[in-house]
């Protein structure tokens, strides 16, 4: 089983967090005092900032897609239907190739409580069955970001998982969409 | 670097603090728990990272896997009802049986992500300590796309698809109990589980996953027949399936075994000259969190011609042939050959309902929690034209009433320690009319199935 990239963030994610929320809370709650002294003529406005990266929170899950899926189709409902199997296209017909995470692994377990609702033993039995009914093949396992960005930005119709600490920077190739929450 | 980052409703932080915010993402890799938070700019930001090109020659194609499994099995049949010579029931008693009822070696690939193989071979019945069994092609195909998901074309040998079962017969390991319901049990199956094309799809309006299949093939068919097999399911929220499939053997079909061969391969009985039959009936499937519910309902009206000489080899008394089907075959009222009754029309139904919860419990300690699954059947099956001589090509359950009809009731657990070990045991008893006296049996199973992979996701 391959390493785990995100496997080790969740301790330094937690210092992370506090320090950004600390610095955070301070500005927000000066900008929400309604008795502060009022602010000073507000400075010359900055000039335009180029476009920026994105940033991402490293322990939350993002969806790696290729650019050639419309990440408005994803769904969290359309999600479970692909990994399990059930979607196996795209609106636009294009065929629809997941990828998965070693199994066990703190992404790939992540992934499998919030989208699917399954656990590491549930999702490998929804497969095995299927697999051996010979109808399809369960998702191909990818181990490292950087096989995983690769695998997605080279694979049309692929989709894949990450945790965000897994990312910077803006992926050539990749759609990057965050886990939709909600029932749909 | 990242880029720094701020809530919101805040005001931009200076670049100072962005800086040292971006230096303990960089070294903490960045994170925040509360909410999604959004990019901003910078009035001096750094250089985004530059994109990075994922162009890579590496081929992510889905690799061949093989895989398969092994489920040994005990059976032990308490004192079963039987038909004298004299025609009037009996109890006789049974020892139990060792047996490796599906040992399976499978292997599937895909080329460019569109050609996909399987096979399936397969030894059943391959426990016997004193005979060797062979090893079966069960299925071997090849399946193209034609209009993407939504039509593709299998060929070769495959199970077809019809109802919950059929495809997944072979999944032992994967299922509850330790046995396939009832219809499609090896001694009265309704129709041939093979066949050779299939047209399948898939769609997805609305959140539904619709599927069908069309298939035909060789089958049971006497000649140049098209014997036609469909089925059509609707999946509704990853949870709810309710599907129908069809089947005519569209002319005449002709028995798969002769006499003494043992049980057909289709729902063609041994003893016909020909016959003309289709199948009818739902399914649907409901698969919860902690539950599975599975109901099929089949109806297969049958119209043949019996072959005289082949009925002449079932009025051996030692057969044991009961009162019933005696005079359905005319041996009480004819007088010669000329006079038994040969054409035949009569209906196979056969319904089943299996119920299982799903229970987790960490009895591996700081291991993956090991899954309990106790579950529940109901089989009926009824079929007024077959005998209960198994090697005949009978039924030994429905053969065994005098109006052909079964019903089993079936409880058991299957304990999972791991995703690839089952352990099953389970209790049925069966009840069937024998000369008009309701005549309960009982069985024990257990079984022990170990699925094994290689290559593909086995890594």
Known sequence: MSADPSSSLSRRGLLAAAVIGLAAGARGAQAEDPGATPAPAPAPAPEPAPPAAPAYVADNLYLLVHTGVPADALTRSRIKAIYLGNQTSWERGLSVVPFQRAPGSIVADRFLDKALGYDTMGYAQHWQGIELAGVAMAPRVLGATAEVLSAVASTPGAICYVMGGELSGAPAGVTVVPLPTGKN | ?459
Not at chain 2, 29 to 39: D, K, L, N, R
Not at chain 2, 97 to 106: H, L
Not at chain 2, 198 to 211: F, Q
Not at chain 2, 222 to 238: T, Y
Request: charged content about 20%; overall charge negative; proline content about 8%.
């Open chain 2, 1 to 459: 670097m990242p880029d720094c980052l701020r809530p919101p409703l805040c005001r931009p932080l200076s670049p100072g603090q962005c800086l040292v915010s971006g230096a303990l993402l960089t070294v903490l890799a960045a994170p925040a728990y509360a909410q999604e938070v959004v990019s901003t700019a910078l009035p001096t930001p750094p250089a985004p990272p530059a994109p990075q090109a994922y162009t890579t020659s590496t081929s992510f194609e889905q690799p061949f896997k093989l895989y398969g499994y092994i489920n040994s099995f005990y059976e032990k049949v308490g004192r079963s009802p039987a038909v004298s010579e004299e025609g009037d029931p009996v109890v006789e008693p049974n020892p139990g049986e060792f047996d490796v009822v599906n040992f399976n070696v499978m292997g599937q690939g895909a080329l460019a992500r569109k050609y996909r193989y399987y096979f399936n071979l397969a030894s059943p019945g391959s426990g016997s300590p004193t005979a060797d069994a062979p090893l079966l092609v069960r299925g071997a195909m090849v399946e193209a796309p034609i209009a993407g998901e939504y039509l593709k074309v299998s060929a070769g040998k495959m199970y077809r698809r019809f109802g919950i079962y059929n495809e997944m017969l072979d999944a032992t390991v994967s299922f509850i109990g330790t046995t396939d319901p009832e219809m499609l049990d090896d001694d009265h199956l309704i129709l041939t589980r093979s066949t050779n094309l299939m047209l399948h799809g898939k769609v997805n309006p609305g959140g539904v996953a619709l599927r069908y299949a069309i298939t035909t093939g060789n089958d049971e068919r006497e000649s140049n027949q098209v014997p036609l097999g469909l089925d059509f399911n609707a999946l509704f929220d990853n949870q709810f399936t309710v599907g129908t499939s069809f089947y005519s053997t569209n002319g005449k079909a002709v028995p798969t075994v002769e006499m003494g061969e043992g049980s057909p391969l289709g729902g063609v009985l041994p003893w016909m000259e020909y016959d003309e039959y289709y199948v009818y009936g739902g399914y649907m499937q409901v698969k919860g969190d902690a539950y599975l519910l599975q109901g099929e309902y089949w109806r297969s009206p049958h119209s043949g011609r019996r072959d005289p000489d082949k009925v002449l080899q079932l009025f051996d008394p030692a057969l044991g042939l009961n009162a019933a089907q005696r005079e359905r075959f005319g041996f009480d009222t004819a007088t010669s050959a000329d006079e038994l009754p040969l054409d035949v029309n009569y209906t196979v139904e056969a319904f089943y309902l299996r119920l299982g919860v799903s229970l987790h419990a960490d009895l591996a300690k700081n291991g993956r929690p090991w899954e309990f699954t106790p579950y529940a059947q109901f089989d009926y099956y009824s079929n007024p034209e077959t005998i209960a001589n198994k090697d005949l090509g009978g039924d030994n359950e429905a053969g065994l009433a005098d109006d052909g009809k079964f019903y089993k009731g079936m409880v058991g657990l299957m304990v999972k320690p791991t995703t690839t070990v089952a352990f099953k045991v389970d209790g049925s008893t069966h009840f069937q009319t024998i000369s008009d006296e309701m005549v309960p049996y009982s069985e024990l199973h257990v079984s022990a199935s170990y699925y094994w992979q290689m290559g593909g996701n086995a890594r």
